[in-house]
């Protein structure tokens, strides 16, 4: 995938990776630098033996071996077929420093902001093993509810009855994707969707993260995480209205670039299109399921189809998508509607629930799991609570992996 002017076009066995893996740089910097200080501080101490060497006559070639030996093993220096986790323990050794947990991955960024909230309130902590559900409540009138405790949900996997063992009800922010359609049929709407799009933000909570991603027929990484709306208004009016339409492909690439970059556990995607994809690598199924990997995002939709040659199978996707991840879809009658729905969606994103339990089956043994929850409460009739569907146990595939 590109970030404009900077990255080109790659494309993968699986699909097209949304940016380069900056994190990824930088711990190559991080484990090989040190790797060459070591070599040099060996050649610099072979040299200075080599000189004591013709100081004093009485040394031999053995002596030399012996003290450069005994340099080198002063610092574990990593084989060419050394893992880079191996290497980052080793470097971990050196420095006195505790290595890295085997869950760590190479994204440090992620890493501290996912279990740790030493920088504030908001980063909610989660176990290895715990599953945390984003859910929202609705009544029997349609209206949102925000009072329910702990008590009140009940959590079934696999049909089966779950401790909950972590519960929230606070307005967290919330890692976010803009993924907006930039293919020609957009041009005449791109003006009201972004203002829609940054309303969007200005009725979020303030300490959320924000990137835009542009897609036609290929997509666009125009601005990266920020919190600033001058800049991701800059990203929203990179308008290039050309081409086909690669949705699948740009909300896989956007989930992808979340699960790796984001530091908040909280992950959604808000996407804006008018037509049913006709570029994509990846199918509807295949999408779906990379949505579904554990601590996937929510996705909410808006479909413009009043144009659309095959409404039917456009509206179709965006619900499937949306709804496996407990998101909404909505689809207007007309473009004004937009703004007034992407303040809806800002509501329903700050006053969910956050419902964290254990399963009974661990997840280290894979597979999709069936997730429902139930609520119930003295003072309401009927409650529906709507959450993920289900999600994949254990690491999924990253688009683009080879």
Same mark, same amino acid.
């Given at each position: 995938?590109?970030?404009? $002017? ?13 940016v380069? $893996? ?35 006559p ?20 990593a ?6 986790s ?24 992620g ?33 949102i ?14 049909? !089966? ?20 359609? $930039? ?53 929203? %009016? ?16 956007s989930?992808? !670039? ?37 601590g ?16 039917? !199978? ?16 909505f ?5 004004? %509607? ?18 964290g ?20 409460? !003295? $003072? ?15 690491? %999924? ?6």
């Amino acid at each position: 995938m590109r970030r404009r $002017n900077r990255i080109r076009s790659r494309v993968g066995s699986t699909g097209r990776d949304l940016v380069r $893996n900056e994190v990824g740089s930088k711990f190559r910097n991080w484990v090989f630098l040190p790797l060459l200080l070591l070599l040099a501080s060996q050649v610099f101490s072979q040299d200075a033996g080599a000189g004591a060497v013709a100081a004093a006559p009485g040394s031999t070639p053995a002596a030399v071996g012996s003290q450069a030996s005994t340099d080198s093993s002063s610092v574990p220096a990593a084989s060419p077929t050394t893992s880079p986790s191996s290497s980052r323990v080793s470097s971990a050794a050196a420095s006195g420093a505790p290595p890295p947990s085997a869950n760590e991955g190479s994204n440090s960024k992620g890493r501290q902001a996912g279990d740790s909230d030493d920088s504030g309130v908001f980063v909610f902590r989660k176990q290895v093993e715990e599953v945390l559900l984003h859910a929202t409540v609705i009544d029997d009138k349609q209206r949102i509810v925000t009072s329910l405790d702990k008590g009140d949900f009940s959590v079934y996997e696999d049909g !089966h009855p779950q401790v909950i063992t972590s519960f929230r009800h606070e307005d967290i922010p919330v890692a976010m994707g803009i993924v907006v359609d $930039n293919s020609g049929s957009m041009r005449e709407k791109r003006q009201k969707v972004n203002a829609a799009a940054l309303n969007l933000v200005r009725a979020s909570n303030p300490d959320d993260e924000v990137f835009i991603v542009n897609f036609n027929d290929e997509y666009y990484l125009d601005q990266d995480f920020t919190a600033n709306i001058n800049k991701l208004k800059a990203g929203l %009016e990179k308008i290039e209205a050309r081409g086909g339409t690669a949705l699948y492909d740009a909300v896989v690439a956007s989930a992808d !670039h979340l699960k790796r970059e984001a530091k908040l556990e909280k992950k959604v995607i808000f996407v804006v299109t008018d037509g049913d994809d006709n570029e994509s690598a990846e199918t509807l199924e295949q999408a779906v399921r990379r949505l579904q990997g554990d601590g996937g995002p929510t996705v909410y939709a808006i479909g413009i189809l009043e144009k659309e040659e095959h409404p039917k !199978h456009a509206k179709r996707a965006l619900q499937i998508m949306s709804e496996r991840t407990g998101g909404l879809a909505f689809f207007p009658q007309t473009l004004d %509607e937009v703004d007034a729905i992407s303040r809806t969606v800002a509501h329903d994103i700050r006053t969910q629930y956050t419902i964290g339990y254990k399963p009974t089956t661990p997840k280290t043994q894979g597979g999709y799991r069936q997730v429902k929850v139930d609520a119930r409460a !003295h $003072n309401y009739g009927k409650l529906t609570v709507r959450t993920k569907s289900g999600y994949y146990a254990g690491s %999924e595939p990253t688009a683009g992996a080879q």
